[in-house]
């Protein structure tokens, strides 16, 4: 018998559940190590990941060889810039282009008038409150823009 009054479980067996639950974890957590360990299996997100960005750098240095296309003089991508101007810009630089909040855009640029430094203003944004959009617009939407405003500097 017992030397103590305490009641012992030593004679309880396992339930065949739990035995079966217990080996079954045990193979899962296996065959993960086994599948995602990079020294065992040689997979890695960071591969996937380096495939990926040199897979959009690819594509980006393609799309930006050619020289950027302007829309000045095309009524269709003025009418676009127009609404895209109005739903994006007006905000600031109201409808007309005379300046509110941000500066006046018919008047002589602060960081220059050329396509070229108003599309690096717009995508990249400047000191002082003007946002980077280039986020929110693509490119082509963004020189559509410019056209647009070249129309309002007349």
Not at 97 to 124: H, N, Q, R, W
Request: charged share 25%; glycine share 10%.
């Amino acid at each position: 018998m017992n030397d103590h009054d305490n009641p012992t479980e030593s004679n309880n067996k396992v339930p065949k559940g739990m035995a079966a639950f217990f080996v079954l974890c045990i193979v899962f957590v296996v065959g993960y190590v086994v599948l995602y360990t990079p020294a065992i299996s040689g997979w890695s997100y960071y591969k996937i990941f380096e495939k990926e960005m040199a897979d959009a750098q690819a594509v980006a240095s393609s799309e930006g060889e050619g020289e950027k296309q302007s829309y000045s003089g095309d009524e269709a991508a003025i009418a676009e810039g127009a609404e895209i101007y109005a739903s994006s810009c007006a905000v600031c630089h109201k409808a007309d282009g005379t300046g509110g909040i941000g500066s006046d855009l018919t008047a002589e640029l602060k960081f220059g008038a050329t396509p070229e430094d108003i599309y690096e203003s717009v995508a990249d944004g400047r000191e002082g409150g003007m946002p980077p959009f280039k986020q929110q617009l693509s490119e082509t939407k963004i020189l559509k823009v410019i056209a647009f405003m070249e129309t309002l500097r007349k």
